[in-house]
């Protein structure tokens, strides 16, 4: 089976463009460094069976981190490489093509982001590059699937570029200047009043400003959308459960099964937070009370990262991720953490050195809580009001800034300076939120899901023995 | 010409770049995404503490940490 990777800078769309291409669902955003290692789906073309893999960007192929070395090191195993190139930055994009070009494999382009260039006055003349890189090139826009029909059927035309090798890196660039000149034309543009409004949240003071207004603003959506959930969804469902559930109660009887299946009856009554039973709180925790919150973060973590303001929260983040060892990028696990800490600590790969990845990593994990301890936090706390909510996050917040200052001042190693490129803003499709969404939660339940239901086996298993104990423990917390 | 460090620039204003000071891996880092001899450079922001520099470049930005940015040589622009 033939292998065809997907290769281009950082952000480019290549992930996007799998996806169309694959039918298989990956993350993508608008921000460079969203993909740190490889996914694989497969497409049949004229009876052949193909293997496309997605690789994380790169913007050379000599790699500055984690992420960029997983590009480079799948480059053997292809037998043909999809060059995904972005209209809207072809001068930089080129020097990856000529790289690839001189690998002696074969290469066909796609020009992506081509609606966007056009938008922006960039003119392409796209037979002169064609003939220039002397392989195939052709015009698409991944988000709408525009030009992705044309490239898998000209896939096959892919072929091993016959340009002459260039000596050195001077000379790379200069061919890659000179091939710019020719091909491509860029209308002069004002600055409109939307680029100063862009401009004024990666700046020192507004930037600091709209991080708050942004971030408190998303903090409130994801209140009203999971209470909403909660309220509207999920409290009428499990009020109707209660009937079959109580009706299985009583047929089982006290004993063992009745334990494990139900739980403890509090006040006679099934209790979704206390019974422990797999088929109350079990079920309770999981969908009533994690769930409404997972959707809810995963919507607006959506909104934060389409839209192309999380490397402009980096930016303004800098200088305090900097003191903790850390740079301005260090803010993406830490806001992926709070969803889950799994993705948290995966995004770290895309920091420089040992050191940032180390202290990234393991504030995560020690500091971060997840959507799901998130929930539980206000499920059990919110009854005592929200000065111990504020307790337990701002403990958190401070083990999280005094480990940090402690493992910068022990841990050896570098902290490179941030270095990131910031993509424009893109109105983000609400389609594509919503599917991300749906792909986070999946994952969510198909993992978290049967190991909460083990926990409650177990629980109702070891509280057996005391379960007056706990009956009072209960009353006394609705006493409070 | 009145040579001066990138950093010596303040918001808003342009520059054009012309040497980068550094190994190869630091130039051919700078140059990957655009920022090279000849370019025009404009100071999008400038956070304090030593923090970041913003460039804007073929219409597009970049955050570049202040040591790195220190190492980049422009002429303004009159």
Redesign the interface.
Known sequence: MKTILLMGDPNVGKSVLFSRLTGVDVIASNYPGTTVDYSKGRITQRGETLEIVDAPGT??L?P?NKAEEVAVSLLDKADVIVNVIDA??L??CL??TVELLEKRKPVIVALNMWDEAQH?GIMINVRELESLLQVPLVPTVAITGEGVKELVQRLDEARISERPKLEG?EQT?TEVGHIVRKVQTVAH?HHTVMDRLA?AT???GT?LLAAAVILSALLSLVRVVGEGLIRYGVEPLFDFYRVPVTALSEWLGPGFLHDVLVGTLVGGQVDYVQSMGILTTGLFVPFGMVLPYIIAFYLALGLLEDTGYL?RL???M??VFHRLGM??HGIIPVLLGLGCNVPGVLSARTMETRKQRFIASTLVSVTVPCMAQTAMIFGVLGHYGARFILLVYGTLAAVFVLLGLLLNRTTRGEC???????PPYRRPSLLAITKKTWMRVRWFLSEAVPFLFRVCADLSGSFRDAPSERGQEGGNDLEL | MNEKSVTQLR?GELATVVVLHGG??FQ??L????I?EGKTVRI??????A??L?VEV???????????AQRITVVQEQ
């Open positions: 913007y050379s000599e500055t809207t930055s001068e930089r020097l990856l922006l890196e660039w543009r401009d990666v700046k020192p930037g490397p980096a930016t303004v800098d200088n740079h301005g490179p300076e941030l270095f990131l490129d910031i | 918001q190869c891996g051919r880092r140059r990957s995404v655009g090279k999008v922001a400038r956070h304090p503490f923090g970041p913003v073929d219409g597009k930005q970049i955050t570049i940490g202040r040591g790195m």
